[in-house]
């Protein structure tokens, strides 16, 4: 079998697992799981037939774990997670920038792509550090001129595996309010970028259908591979 027809149609999680205690950006509140119902309580309602459910509880923020932005999260009066055509979710054509090891990222590595109407993922091998303190700090970002360029040649979705895809050292958020200003939906806190090809890929991120919410995890995906 072909190298080609191995990798045809395969799928490649692009995100990291939440669970209980789950820090992903500091100051805010990480995930509380629990049991709403047990399998034992539950005992008590389906009788001792061996009939046993779960049903969890999460209490969590919206910014927690690989999450999607909308246009709500940064506008009231932009689109949120309800307004989201699937067009702009699911089946995106998309490529990766190789940006490793590199803190500020600039216009250079974006402006020989054809990025129109693509998700374009930006590899920084930040997911390295996911779930400690290094994480959070000096961590790499995108600059307001990318942003910028990348929205003016038609980008649709861009992605990155780092803490913050701006700049967090000052109050500003220059590339969520150029992207998401102009409908450019941004998926943060991803992982495994390194894992894909150097070809145009297949790119999925949904969210659930939640009105007034701009922000929520996502199960990023990438569709490898495909004809």
Known sequence: MSASNQTQGKLL????????GLVTYKGLPAPVMCDFLSREESKKIYGDDGYQVQIGKIEMVTNTGTYLDSPFHFDAEGDDLSDLPLELLADLPALVINAKDEIEIGLEYFKNMDVAGKAILVYTNWSQHWNTELYFEDHPYLTEQAALWLIEN?????????HNIDDTRGKLRPVHSHLLGNGVLICE???NLDKLPKTEFRFYAVPPKITGVGTFPVRAFAKLGYS
């Open 189 to 191: 806190h991803m992982t």
């Open 13 to 20: 999680d692009l995100s990291h697992t939440i669970f209980d």
């Open 154 to 162: 038609g980008v649709k979705l861009v992605g990155i595996d780092s």
